[in-house]
Every structure is written in structure tokens, then in C-alpha cells.
Nanobody, 126 residues
Framework: QVQLVESGGGLVPAGDSLTLSCAASGGTFLNYAMGWFRQAPGKEREFVGGINRRAEHTLYVDSVKGRFTISRDNAKNTVNLQMNNLKPEDTATYYC???????????????????WGQGTQVTVSS
């Protein structure tokens, strides 16, 4: 079972960019699809995007398409979330998650992920 640690959150003005990183350890990273979720105060956790095991496919929620990009480096056991043109509504705690899947599948629901990071706060000021 992998363990996950996120980094890279912060406070930025609207329109700026941030890159979140998630480092995995303790397991075979290549066996896991990786996802990013976020949760704003008073709201339910939301799937942001995901990437399949071999980094061939990505999937995003409509609200971040064209602004956010997920990438992974299986040699370094890391997955990144590049966030551009940030908006105040992107303010949330962001979590990376790992789910054991087939090679092509990208889970979109939290229960499909077995391991979660501790979260990193992203705050976008207007």
C-alpha cells in the first residue's frame, strides 16, 4: 500500500498558477491510478481529475478543463496537478489519492481510491 504526501499549496491571487505535488512511497506506484480531489468548507469532496497508471489518459471535471493539468512520473513516484488561471472558486483543500485499477481506468469516485494524502490548502483571493 502506498503512502501519499502532498505539497505545494498556498495563497495566490486570482489568475495565478500553482503546482501541487504528491509523492508516493511504500508500494508499487505503477499499480495505481492517481486522482486529485478537493473539498471546500461546507461542500462535499469533489473529483478534480485523474490519470491512469501509465500516464496515457487523463480525466478532468468540467470546471477545471483547460486550466488544470495532471501529470505523473512513474520513475520518481510522483503526480502533479498544474493549476493555471486560478479562480476564487478553486479555493479548497486538495487531496491526492491512489487506487488500484486496471491499466486504462481512471476512477472518479472517492470510494474507488484506497489511499489518501493529508491534503494541502489552496486559497485564491479575488
Amino acid at each position: 500500500q502506498v503512502q501519499l504526501v502532498e505539497s505545494g499549496g498556498g495563497l495566490v491571487p486570482a489568475g495565478d498558477s500553482l503546482t501541487l505535488s504528491c509523492a508516493a512511497s511504500g508500494g508499487t506506484f505503477l499499480n495505481y491510478a492517481m486522482g486529485w480531489f478537493r473539498q471546500a468548507p461546507g461542500k462535499e469532496r469533489e473529483f478534480v481529475g485523474g490519470i491512469n497508471r501509465r500516464a496515457e489518459h487523463t480525466l478532468y471535471v468540467d470546471s477545471v478543463k483547460g486550466r488544470f493539468t495532471i501529470s505523473r512520473d512513474n520513475a520518481k513516484n510522483t503526480v502533479n496537478l498544474q493549476m493555471n488561471n486560478l479562480k476564487p472558486e478553486d479555493t479548497a483543500t486538495y487531496y491526492c489519492a491512489a487506487g488500484r485499477t486496471g491499466p486504462w481506468y481512471i476512477p472518479q469516485h472517492g470510494h474507488e481510491y484506497s489511499t489518501w494524502g493529508q491534503g494541502t490548502q489552496v486559497t485564491v483571493s479575488s
